[in-house]
């Protein structure tokens, strides 16, 4: 089932997201749920809060990318209750954009590596070093659990330049090529 995407201005994407408890009602379904939603919205990473679930969980789907990138060949990852423990000192900046902040498109700099702790969709507990554009992604995804997004990387003037988008995002004035729950 396509989930709707919460767009900018929703409160579920300023809060810190909650832990999953393995007993969490339906959980595989919102996992099966989250990947078609997102294999839909053409993205390649999607938390839990940007379909209005305020939980420690976000997805990757990179195989979309396997065309011209053959090493992302059936990448699809489940992160529940991630926790990143380490970061590496070498970072780069590279161009995000947000299937939240659609039609928003800037350069973040980020660590080119990092170590997660995270269980997958089986509870099995993982923990493992990831670099380049799986790093990012991840990293991206993450802040979601914080309540934390993108544009919160940028510069004070960055942020000036994007307020009126961000305004008008909030009263619904966007257009989108999946289905969401916009601010009304």
Same mark, same amino acid.
């Given at each position: 089932?396509?989930?709707?995407? =919460?767009?900018?201005?929703?409160?579920?994407?300023?809060?810190?997201?909650?832990?999953?408890?393995? !007993?969490?009602?339906?959980?595989?379904?919102?996992?099966?749920?989250? =990947? &078609?939603?997102?294999?839909? %919205?053409? #993205? @390649?990473?999607? /938390? /839990?809060?940007?379909?209005?679930?305020? $939980?420690?969980?976000?997805?990757?789907?990179?195989?979309?990318? *396997? +065309? !011209?990138?053959?090493?992302?060949? #059936? =990448?699809?990852?489940?992160?529940?209750?991630? +926790?990143? @423990?380490?970061? %590496?000192?070498?970072?780069? *900046?590279?161009? +995000? #954009?947000?299937? %939240?902040?659609?039609?928003?498109?800037?350069?973040?700099?980020?660590?080119?590596?990092?170590?997660?702790? =995270?269980? !997958?969709?089986?509870? &099995?507990?993982?923990? &493992?070093?990831?670099?380049?554009?799986?790093?990012?992604?991840?990293?991206?995804?993450?802040?979601?659990? !914080?309540?934390?997004?993108?544009?919160?990387?940028?510069?004070?003037?960055? $942020?000036?330049?994007? $307020? %009126?988008?961000? @305004?008008?995002?909030?009263?619904?004035?966007?257009? @989108?090529?999946? $289905?969401?729950?916009?601010?009304?």
């Amino acid at each position: 089932m396509i989930l709707p995407m =919460y767009i900018f201005g929703q409160p579920v994407l300023r809060k810190v997201a909650d832990d999953v408890e393995e !007993d969490f009602p339906n959980l595989k379904e919102l996992i099966e749920n989250m =990947y &078609e939603t997102l294999r839909r %919205s053409e #993205g @390649v990473g999607l /938390a /839990a809060p940007q379909v209005g679930v305020a $939980k420690r969980l976000f997805i990757v789907d990179l195989d979309c990318l *396997s +065309e !011209d990138h053959p090493e992302y060949k #059936g =990448y699809l990852k489940t992160f529940i209750n991630p +926790e990143i @423990v380490e970061f %590496s000192k070498e970072t780069s *900046s590279y161009e +995000e #954009g947000c299937l %939240s902040l659609p039609g928003i498109h800037e350069n973040v700099k980020r660590p080119t590596r990092v170590l997660v702790n =995270y269980l !997958d969709e089986n509870f &099995e507990e993982h923990e &493992e070093w990831f670099e380049e554009f799986p790093a990012r992604v991840i990293q991206h995804e993450y802040d979601h659990l !914080d309540g934390k997004m993108f544009i919160d990387h940028l510069s004070a003037f960055r $942020k000036q330049l994007l $307020k %009126s988008k961000l @305004v008008a995002m909030t009263k619904g004035k966007f257009e @989108v090529a999946y $289905k969401c729950k916009p601010n009304r």
